[in-house]
């Protein structure tokens, strides 16, 4: 699963001479804080959550931009509980949450980095991930309510986050696991982004993750996150 030796241009992927004010002029070196917010599948149930992985042994994205950046901060370094610092760090994921929790766990995360005597909350770039909603799918939430939960902690994130690149994961379509398709909740994201709301300043904006979207078998594609006689003993470790 990983990739040995992987490296890109040194001279692009740089750390910037001066902080940069905007999103365009943003490099990947130049993010400094890395936090998460959502269910299960953030807090990482059952997964290692190590943050010493290396790229050599598996692809993640924190790994990526410690390679560019190596202090890279936020992170979780061990399994644990969302309100143990000393393990998840900035990971605010709680098992079970729903969207309509984003909004208090991105009122958490404002709180943590203003505390943090190591963040400088006003000029360091910071990368924030959500990746929540297979409760609100077995829940039977609607579509609009589940982007207007989402909208709620953006905005206040927006509001109250400077320099941030949100990062929102699309939702596996659970409903594959009964044969039958529903989309809606994935097209209510990507009206998040559409919309362009999050786009009217330059130290702000939101970016939909769409990998999982296109997942049309789950029992085939020996996805990590539902178990089934097929998948590969790796996958045990992302179960809930």
């Known amino acids: 699963m990983g990739m040995p030796g992987w490296s890109c241009d040194e001279d692009l992927m740089k750390r910037s001479k001066t902080v940069p004010q905007s999103v365009p002029a943003l490099r990947p070196a130049d993010i400094d804080i890395i936090a998460a917010m959502g269910d299960s599948l953030t807090a990482g149930n059952g997964a290692c959550a190590e943050g010493e992985d290396v790229l050599a042994i598996a692809i993640q994205f924190r790994d990526i931009l410690k390679k560019f950046n190596p202090n890279l901060f936020g992170y979780s370094i061990r399994t644990g509980s969302a309100n143990v610092w000393e393990t998840a760090r900035l990971n605010a994921g709680v098992p079970g949450a729903h969207s309509s929790k984003v909004y208090e766990q991105a009122n958490d995360l404002v709180r943590w980095m203003k505390e943090h005597p190591e963040i400088d909350f006003m000029n360091q770039w910071k990368l924030m991930h959500i990746f ?33 690149i949100v990062v929102l994961t699309g939702m596996i379509d659970v409903l594959l696991l009964r044969t039958k398709i529903d989309n809606a909740k994935e097209s209510k994201m990507q009206e998040l982004q559409d919309s362009g709301e999050f786009d009217t300043t330059e130290d702000f904006t939101l970016i939909i993750e769409p990998y999982l979207e296109n997942l049309d078998d789950l029992s085939r594609n020996n996805c990590p996150f539902i178990r089934t006689a097929k998948n590969s003993d790796n996958c045990v470790k992302y179960l809930n």
């Open 132 to 164: 929540i909603g297979g409760n609100d799918v077995c829940g039977c939430a609607d579509g609009d309510h589940y982007r207007d939960s989402i909208r709620k902690g953006i905005q206040f994130m927006k509001e109250n986050m400077p320099k941030t």
